[in-house]
């Protein structure tokens, strides 16, 4: 039997903290007792059940521990792209020394259960940035080689849920970034007409992804034209270069500057943080927050940050006529005013977005009927399209899923 030599790491200690880590110390140091073994492998297989794992559980353990949890090595090349100093990647390659046998060894031979060779779980499933890791590793075997593996995967991805997923949302309760595991967006191909905006949408971005000068962004305009499937979009086209997109609520404002803290730590990825269908009534102050983070209040915004936000406002802070009335209470009138446009004017691009034409309107509809092989005659797709129109909310990309939608499952095989 194989042999681990765990309790001699230097930077990846962390891991012995693991539930599953400490149970595998268990079962190899009693090789004879069987019951170490399979509680081990029973937790084991319930880990793999979860997250999707097959082939070596051993192994997919460790990779799982190295590329979430991380350890100093991976937080520093996180930062610095890879570099880290001598002394830190000598101390990284006596771990990978320790480590290497449960990276390159048969489950079989470490612990004596069978089941953990060839696993084959009920759902499985890899992360793309797990997927990365491996392809990295392949033929491999020195802990050197392994060492430089892990450290060009820190470097594109990073650590943690930061290098497993495109797109966040912020937990208040617990007060940090939570990975959105069953993220669903658009390609751009499938966002029809709008050519403009998407190329604005996409330049600014990729200035900012390329560490160019990049503007904060506003999408407005009529409702369901695609303004919050473009930005999820960008998540999606440009996760693999570090671009991670963070949806947030206007009712968790107020956690701004404690999120924006937390984004600086991550030096080589670049945050969008996204607020969809944003608009305040008159009476709302948590818009400062969002002025403050824009502008950078006492603490500068982090220059790997930048705010996109969606609205059927132009003004993002309702308006009303006794705004501008000259008889209203308030003795400096234009102050008023110039307040409740000063949000919307923190965004230095703002990109609009109008109700397709007819033509842009059918396009949609045919596209999306397209994908699922259905091909209607123009004349008989601007009938119906335009029934629907009329019968519906309008045009819009929105009204054009809705109808595809309703064809498939109502009108098809008529």
Same mark, same amino acid.
């Given at each position: 039997?194989?042999?681990?030599?765990?309790?001699?790491?230097?930077?990846?200690?962390?891991?012995?903290?693991?539930?599953?880590?400490?149970?595998?110390?268990?079962?190899?140091?009693?090789?004879?007792?069987?019951?170490?073994?399979?509680?081990?492998?029973?937790?084991?297989?319930?880990?793999?059940?979860?997250?999707?794992?097959?082939?070596?559980?051993?192994?997919?353990?460790?990779?799982?521990?190295?590329?979430?949890?991380?350890?100093?090595?991976?937080?520093?090349?996180?930062?610095?792209?890879?570099?880290?100093?001598?002394?830190?990647?000598?101390?990284?390659?006596?771990?990978?020394?320790?480590?290497?046998?449960?990276?390159?060894?048969?489950?079989?031979?470490?612990?004596?259960?069978?089941?953990?060779?060839?696993?084959?779980?009920?759902?499985?499933?890899?992360?793309?940035?797990?997927?990365?890791?491996?392809?990295?590793?392949?033929?491999?075997?020195?802990?050197?080689?392994?060492?430089?593996?892990?450290?060009?995967?820190?470097?594109?991805?990073?650590?943690?849920?930061?290098?497993?997923?495109?797109?966040?949302?912020?937990?208040?309760?617990?007060?940090?970034?939570?990975?959105?595991?069953?993220?669903?967006?658009?390609?751009?191909?499938?966002?029809?007409?709008?050519?403009?905006?998407?190329?604005?949408?996409?330049?600014?971005?990729?200035?900012?992804?390329?560490?160019?000068?990049?503007?904060?962004?506003?999408?407005?305009?009529?409702?369901?034209?695609?303004?919050?499937?473009?930005? $999820?979009?960008?998540?999606?086209?440009?996760?693999?270069?570090?671009?991670?997109?963070?949806?947030?609520?206007?009712?968790?404002?107020?956690?701004?500057?404690?999120?924006?803290?937390?984004?600086?730590?991550?030096?080589?990825?670049?945050?969008?943080?996204?607020?969809?269908?944003?608009?305040?009534?008159?009476?709302?102050?948590?818009?400062?927050?969002?002025?403050?983070?824009?502008?950078?209040?006492?603490?500068?915004?982090?220059?790997?940050?930048?705010?996109?936000?969606?609205?059927?406002?132009?003004?993002?802070?309702?308006?009303?006529?006794?705004?501008?009335?000259?008889?209203?209470?308030?003795?400096?009138?234009?102050?008023?005013?110039?307040?409740?446009?000063?949000?919307?004017?923190?965004?230095?691009?703002?990109?609009?977005?109008?109700?397709?034409?007819?033509?842009?309107?059918?396009?949609?509809?045919?596209?999306?009927?397209?994908?699922?092989?259905?091909?209607?005659?123009?004349?008989?797709?601007?009938?119906?399209?335009?029934?629907?129109?009329?019968?519906?909310?309008?045009?819009?990309?929105?009204?054009?899923?809705?109808?595809?939608?309703?064809?498939?499952?109502?009108?098809?095989? $008529?």
């Amino acid at each position: 039997m194989v042999t681990l030599d765990l309790q001699n790491l230097l930077v990846c200690r962390n891991i012995l903290k693991d539930k599953l880590v400490q149970e595998l110390a268990e079962a190899v140091a009693s090789p004879d007792d069987l019951s170490a073994s399979h509680r081990f492998a029973g937790h084991l297989m319930e880990k793999a059940e979860q997250e999707g794992w097959s082939g070596n559980l051993i192994r997919a353990l460790f990779l799982h521990l190295l590329s979430q949890e991380g350890c100093l090595a991976a937080k520093m090349a996180e930062a610095a792209n890879g570099k880290i100093g001598t002394s830190l990647k000598d101390a990284f390659i006596h771990d990978m020394k320790k480590l290497l046998p449960a990276l390159s060894e048969k489950a079989v031979d470490i612990v004596n259960v069978k089941l953990l060779d060839d696993y084959i779980p009920s759902l499985p499933q890899k992360l793309e940035a797990t997927e990365y890791l491996e392809r990295q590793l392949s033929g491999k075997a020195t802990p050197e080689e392994i060492t430089e593996a892990f450290l060009t995967y820190y470097a594109r991805y990073g650590y943690g849920e930061i290098a497993s997923y495109p797109a966040f949302c912020w937990n208040t309760k617990h007060q940090k970034l939570q990975g959105i595991r069953h993220f669903e967006a658009m390609d751009f191909e499938d966002i029809i007409a709008y050519k403009r905006q998407k190329e604005q949408l996409i330049g600014n971005t990729l200035a900012f992804i390329r560490r160019r000068p990049a503007n904060n962004v506003l999408l407005v305009g009529s409702r369901g034209t695609g303004k919050s499937s473009g930005v $999820k979009a960008l998540a999606k086209a440009y996760y693999t270069d570090g671009l991670r997109l963070i949806q947030m609520q206007k009712s968790q404002l107020s956690d701004l500057p404690k999120i924006m803290a937390s984004l600086r730590q991550y030096a080589s990825k670049r945050f969008i943080i996204f607020f969809d269908d944003l608009s305040f009534e008159e009476s709302d102050s948590d818009y400062k927050y969002l002025k403050s983070a824009i502008e950078g209040g006492v603490e500068s915004r982090p220059e790997n940050v930048l705010i996109y936000a969606t609205s059927n406002r132009r003004h993002l802070i309702r308006e009303t006529w006794r705004d501008r009335n000259d008889q209203q209470d308030e003795m400096f009138r234009n102050d008023s005013i110039n307040e409740t446009i000063s949000l919307s004017d923190r965004f230095g691009l703002i990109i609009t977005y109008l109700e397709p034409t007819q033509d842009e309107y059918l396009d949609i509809i045919d596209h999306y009927l397209q994908q699922e092989g259905i091909s209607l005659d123009r004349e008989e797709l601007r009938i119906l399209g335009h029934r629907w129109n009329l019968e519906h909310s309008g045009r819009s990309g929105r009204s054009a899923r809705q109808f595809v939608t309703h064809y498939l499952g109502q009108m098809l095989d $008529k």
